[in-house]
């Protein structure tokens, strides 16, 4: 990369207070830019095919789709993009989940500022950065199967937003299918979890990161 170039980079998060936040700090550098911003993964699969930015820092757990599905078809249009996730959480399942996605770095929200562009610095050197607050072992064992990767990228779409309380036909439109296809991923799902109403659909969700309820 031309070290005189700036690194662009687009920021994606349902927060607007959070956002702002972080433009203010990344701006202070002259060697970053802010391409654009999103509320979800939906507009930042969209913003990332118009603008192909560096690196998008993007919130993990988010309404409509979240941003390890995000970051898969991101980074199926530009595998190149460097994507590094921003979460609350910092247990083994949820780092493993956006490195398996393809991420290259994953920081705590309520962790160090500053660590950020320290974040941004590496994963540009394609390095993989992990928060210094997260055991760093997690990042040794991303072959361990997780149930995730028992459904589609298809079937996880549909499972988030059955959750969210969107209908099939409320699915199929967003997703551009047809309804009985919606339900055919949805009894598959179920099947593939062994979870056959929506409560507990609800709750393997907001336990695995896929909701924000």
């Given at each position: 990369?031309?070290?005189?170039?700036?690194?662009?980079?687009?920021?994606?998060?349902?927060?607007?207070?959070?956002r702002?936040?972080?433009?203010?700090?990344?701006?202070?550098?002259?060697?970053?830019?802010?391409?654009?911003?999103?509320?979800?993964g939906?507009?930042?699969?969209?913003?990332?095919?118009?603008?192909?930015?560096?690196?998008v820092?993007?919130?993990?757990?988010?309404?409509?789709?979240?941003?390890?599905?995000?970051?898969?078809?991101?980074?199926?249009?530009?595998?190149?993009?460097?994507?590094?996730?921003?979460?609350?959480?910092?247990?083994r399942?949820?780092?493993?989940?956006?490195?398996?996605?393809?991420?290259?770095?994953?920081?705590?929200?309520?962790?160090?500022?500053?660590?950020?562009i320290t974040?941004?610095?590496?994963?540009?050197?394609n390095?993989?950065?992990?928060?210094?607050?997260?055991?760093?072992?997690?990042l040794?064992?991303?072959?361990?199967?997780?149930?995730?990767?028992?459904?589609?990228?298809?079937?996880?779409?549909?499972l988030?937003?059955?959750?969210?309380?969107?209908?099939?036909?409320e699915?199929a439109?967003?997703?551009?299918?047809?309804?009985?296809?919606?339900?055919?991923?949805?009894?598959?799902l179920?099947?593939?979890?062994?979870?056959?109403?929506?409560?507990?659909?609800?709750?393997?969700?907001?336990?695995?990161?896929?909701?924000?309820?």
């Amino acid at each position: 990369m031309n070290p005189s170039r700036k690194i662009t980079i687009i920021l994606v998060d349902d927060h607007q207070m959070l956002r702002d936040g972080l433009r203010n700090l990344i701006e202070q550098k002259a060697n970053l830019q802010i391409l654009g911003e999103a509320s979800n993964g939906r507009e930042a699969i969209k913003l990332c095919a118009k603008l192909n930015p560096d690196v998008v820092i993007t919130d993990v757990s988010m309404p409509n789709l979240n941003g390890i599905e995000s970051a898969k078809q991101i980074l199926k249009g530009n595998p190149e993009i460097k994507i590094i996730g921003l979460s609350m959480h910092a247990n083994r399942k949820f780092v493993q989940a956006m490195f398996q996605a393809g991420g290259y770095g994953y920081l705590l929200k309520d962790g160090d500022v500053s660590e950020l562009i320290t974040a941004i610095t590496t994963v540009m050197q394609n390095r993989k950065y992990l928060s210094k607050n997260i055991n760093q072992d997690y990042l040794h064992s991303l072959n361990e199967e997780e149930d995730l990767n028992k459904i589609s990228s298809r079937e996880t779409e549909v499972l988030q937003l059955l959750t969210e309380g969107k209908s099939s036909k409320e699915i199929a439109e967003l997703l551009f299918l047809s309804p009985k296809t919606v339900d055919v991923h949805r009894n598959n799902l179920m099947k593939k979890l062994e979870l056959y109403t929506i409560p507990e659909l609800t709750k393997y969700a907001i336990r695995e990161g896929l909701t924000t309820l």
